[in-house]
């Protein structure tokens, strides 16, 4: 991911296994991390941060 500032637009969401994409936030990325980090390791399995140039998993982006 490209963008490293915290305060940058992004969407984050969860791609489920029949391929259905559910939004939970629009916000920062602080605000979608935090949310992310509270949900469960099942459903955190299949988060993704999007910018506007960029799409990376929620797992990837915390793993560095």
């Known amino acids: ?14 791609l489920g296994e029949d391929g259905t994409a559910t939004t939970l936030a629009y916000g920062t990325l602080a605000e979608a991390l935090a949310l992310a ?18 799409v990376v998993s929620y797992l990837d982006y915390i793993d560095g």
């Open 1 to 14: 991911m490209r963008t490293v500032s915290s305060d940058v637009a992004v969407r984050l969401y969860h």
């Open 37 to 54: 980090a509270r949900q469960d390791e099942d459903t955190q399995d299949g988060l993704f941060l999007q910018t506007s140039n960029d």
